[in-house]
C-alpha cells in the first residue's frame, strides 16, 4: 500500500502509528534515496514504541540502541557496509533479538539475516512531500499494513 506525507510532521505521525504497533522480532526494512525520510520516520516509530531518546541517523555509527516503554529499537544503518561486514555490527542479533524491534535503513547488505515475515518500506520524493510504499513479506508484517490502515 502506498502513502503520501506532505510534512515531516505527518512522516513522524506515520511512523508513531507504526511503532504503537511493533512488537518482539519484527523487522522493518526502509529503503530510499537520501533524505527521503527514513530516520524522521523512525523518530517516529521509536516515539511509538515508547521511547523519549533522541534518534538521530546512525549513518557513522552504524547502529544506535534506544530503550521504548516495551522493548528495544535497534536502528541500523547499511549505506557503508557490504554483506560480509553485517556480521561484525550485530545485525543477526538485533533481527533475532525477542525483545527488540531492528529498523535498517539501506537494508540490502543485511539481506541474509532478516526473516521472512518483514515489513519493508520503500521511500522516495515527492514535489511537496514524500511517498511511502508499505510491504509486508509475511502474515505478521501484511497484519501490521491492515492495522496501519494502508490496505
Known amino acids: 500500500m502506498v502513502v503520501t506525507t506532505r510534512s515531516e510532521a505527518q512522516t513522524l505521525t506515520l511512523g508513531r502509528r507504526l511503532g504503537r504497533l511493533l512488537r518482539g522480532y519484527d523487522v522493518v526494512c526502509l529503503d530510499g534515496e537520501l533524505g527521503s525520510g527514513k530516520t524522521t520516520l523512525t523518530r517516529g516509530l521509536a516515539q511509538g514504541a515508547g521511547s523519549r531518546n533522541r534518534v538521530a ?80 513479506r509475511g502474515p505478521r508484517s501484511r497484519r501490521i499494513v491492515r492495522r496501519l490502515g494502508l490496505n
Do not use: N
Open 57 to 136: 541517523s546512525p549513518t557513522f555509527a552504524l547502529a544506535r540502541v534506544y530503550r521504548g516503554s516495551r522493548w528495544l529499537i535497534y536502528h541500523v544503518d547499511l549505506y557503508r557496509v557490504s554483506p560480509d561486514q553485517t556480521r561484525d555490527i550485530g545485525l543477526e542479533e538485533f533481527t533475532s533479538d525477542p525483545r527488540g524491534i531492528c529498523v535498517v535503513e539501506w537494508p540490502r547488505a543485511g539481506e541474509a539475516y532478516y526473516p521472512e515475515d518483514r515489513l519493508e518500506v520503500r521511500l522516495a520524493h515527492l514535489r511537496g512531500g514524500r511517498r511511502l510504499r508499505f510491504v509486508g
